[in-house]
Nanobody, 115 residues
């Protein structure tokens, strides 16, 4: 079975930075794209970033950077200038092909940004 292991979350003050990591392991599968979503309490899950192609939600553009280590099937999300509204559970996701939806999801990792 495919496992997506997320790390790097936690509590940070506004203006600070965090780097999330997500490593895919387990059953062999095709990895076309990897990305990040987030969900705040009482809100719907929203797209944050993914690649390829490199794409960002408007709310994080200029502050967040997504990158990949393809040899390790790992995706990173560098989050700079964090704001309280970035507080959410962040989910790693993998897409196996260009078409269709994201196929596999991590368990989620908490990011809390205090004022």
């Amino acid at each position: 079975q495919v496992q997506l292991v997320e790390s790097g979350g936690g509590l940070v003050q506004a203006g600070g930075s965090l780097r999330l990591s997500c490593a895919a392991s387990g059953r062999t599968f095709s990895t076309y794209a990897m990305g990040w979503f987030r969900q705040s309490p009482g809100k719907e899950r929203e797209f944050v970033a993914a690649q390829p192609p490199v794409t960002y939600a408007d709310s994080v553009k200029g502050r967040f950077t997504i990158s990949r280590d393809n040899a390790k099937n790992t995706v990173y999300l560098q989050m700079n200038n964090l704001k309280p509204e970035d507080t959410a559970v962040y989910y790693c996701a993998v897409k196996e092909s260009m078409i269709g939806s994201f196929d596999y999801w991590g368990q989620g990792i908490q990011v809390t940004v205090s004022s």
